[in-house]
């Protein structure tokens, strides 16, 4: 009996270590693409369209508390980003959308403040000034508008979804990209880390190292207005991050046109959020509209054993957040879970790299990380100039 084209793409794949981009086989990504659609069961989703499934927040919390539950709906959220459809949408997952609009705001007066001292952020896989774009949001979000951050991001669904993936000590960061009316969409392509190299650069890692690069990130977006398909939400192709080579395939032209003529939109609403393996073919769309200024959050979530693409002051961001966090636990506006969400959104939960000689493990295991210092300092409610002083001595222990 012959072997089947998956049979035969696998052990191609197997049998060598390294990817060409010449190699790459636009029947092979095909096949990958379209068979065995219903492998993974969403037994969680509200309802499923274009093979994405789609979760009610609302009907989520009690399974959050339950930790067996909980891991189970986890477990399936990783399941649908390895082998589903690789995207995933969370409907209402800020019920309260004035939250939304306070960032909003925020994002908005950054965007005038840096048109005003001649700034031009230059866009991934479109052309400079096509989109207004925040680099860093996360920080600067953080630094002009703590009160607004803690709002926004005492969100345990955020938590939950970056667990599945990722597990615990994650990094988040977050770029802010706004579609003007008119504006062009983006070439299709994978996302960092595999994603942000030339073809050249790609193909000197091995085989192993492109099976492992979605596993490092998380991609998402926080819909921050209502979205409707000719507002060019993001253009996905479901089930493209199982083709192996993809690093290298999605520039080639051949793939190009399959993904324009089968890419998927999915109509969002203010206050959605959704989350895509890194290696699903995507590209944000044209916003054919005369009035929708398309707003999204691009949430870019790191594993703790990872480097993340930005690097942000963990150390500011936790000293301007620390008192709003302290009085917000001591007016009871915040749960534990939230204030758990605030602080994996904000602080470093992974404790290396570090100096050991002056930052040496803590019961010979690992020294106190970030995050650790900020929630001990929370719990015992310690002074704001007293937790400054702490946090800036932990953070020289860990220099060279």
């Known amino acids: 009996?012959?072997?089947?084209?998956?049979?035969?793409?696998?052990?191609?794949?197997?049998?060598?270590?390294?990817?060409?981009?010449?190699?790459?086989?636009?029947?092979?990504?095909?096949?990958?693409?379209?068979?065995?659609?219903?492998?993974?069961?969403?037994?969680?989703?509200?309802?499923?369209?274009?093979?994405?499934?789609?979760?009610?927040?609302?009907?989520?919390?009690?399974?959050?508390?339950?930790?067996l539950r909980r891991m189970a709906l986890?477990?399936?959220?990783?399941?649908?980003?390895?082998?589903?459809?690789?995207?995933?949408?969370?409907?209402?997952?800020y019920a309260d959308t004035a939250t939304i609009d306070a960032a909003s705001a925020v994002f908005e007066a950054i965007i005038h403040h840096e048109r005003g001292a001649g700034s031009a952020p230059a866009d991934h896989f479109a052309k400079a000034g096509a989109n207004d774009r925040i680099w860093n949001a996360q920080q600067k979000l953080c630094l002009r508008a703590p009160e607004v951050f803690a709002r926004y991001y005492a969100n345990p669904m955020l938590v939950a979804a970056s667990e599945a993936w990722l597990g615990p000590c994650y990094q988040m960061t977050a770029q802010v990209n706004v579609v003007r009316p008119g504006g062009a969409a983006q070439q299709a392509h994978r996302d960092y880390h595999l994603g942000f190299q030339t073809a050249?650069?790609?193909?000197?890692?091995?085989?192993?190292?492109?099976?492992?690069?979605?596993?490092?990130?998380?991609?998402?977006?926080?819909?921050?207005?209502?979205?409707?398909?000719?507002?060019?939400?993001?253009?996905?192709?479901p089930f493209s991050q199982r083709y192996a080579p993809g690093y290298l395939a999605w520039r080639r032209q051949d793939f190009r046109d399959y993904f324009e003529s089968h890419q998927r939109q999915l109509p969002l609403e203010k206050g959605d959020v959704i989350f895509f393996n890194p290696a699903l073919f995507h590209a944000a769309g044209e916003n054919r509209t005369a009035h929708v200024q398309r707003m999204a959050n691009l949430l870019q979530v790191s594993s703790a054993y990872g480097r993340a693409m930005e690097s942000l002051?963990?150390?500011?961001?936790?000293?301007?957040?620390?008192?709003?966090?302290?009085?917000?636990?001591?007016?009871?506006?915040?749960?534990?879970?939230?204030?758990?969400?605030?602080?994996?959104?904000?602080?470093?939960?992974?404790?290396?790299?570090?100096?050991?000689?002056?930052?040496?493990?803590?019961?010979?295991?690992?020294?106190?990380?970030?995050?650790?210092?900020l929630r001990r300092a929370l719990?015992?409610?310690?002074?704001?100039?007293?937790?400054?002083a702490a946090i800036r001595v932990q953070d020289r222990r860990r220099l060279a």
């Open 1 to 67: 009996m012959q072997p089947d084209r998956h049979q035969r793409h696998h052990r191609h794949h197997r049998h060598h270590r390294y990817f060409r981009e010449e190699d790459c086989s636009l029947a092979d990504f095909i096949d990958v693409v379209e068979r065995n659609r219903d492998a993974v069961r969403t037994t969680h989703a509200q309802s499923v369209n274009e093979h994405v499934p789609f979760y009610d927040c609302a009907s989520l919390n009690r399974t959050l508390d339950d930790p």
């Open 74 to 93: 986890q477990q399936e959220w990783a399941d649908v980003l390895e082998q589903g459809a690789g995207v995933f949408v969370l409907k209402r997952a």
């Open 200 to 237: 050249g650069q790609a193909q000197r890692y091995p085989a192993q190292v492109h099976a492992m690069s979605p596993f490092l990130t998380l991609q998402g977006a926080v819909a921050h207005c209502d979205m409707p398909v000719e507002s060019g939400p993001t253009r996905l192709l």
């Open 313 to 373: 002051d963990r150390v500011a961001m936790c000293e301007a957040l620390y008192p709003v966090l302290l009085e917000r636990i001591a007016q009871g506006a915040l749960t534990q879970a939230q204030t758990d969400a605030v602080i994996a959104s904000c602080a470093e939960g992974y404790p290396f790299p570090t100096n050991l000689d002056s930052d040496p493990p803590q019961g010979g295991l690992a020294p106190e990380s970030q995050q650790a210092l």
């Open 379 to 388: 719990n015992e409610a310690w002074r704001h100039e007293d937790f400054v």
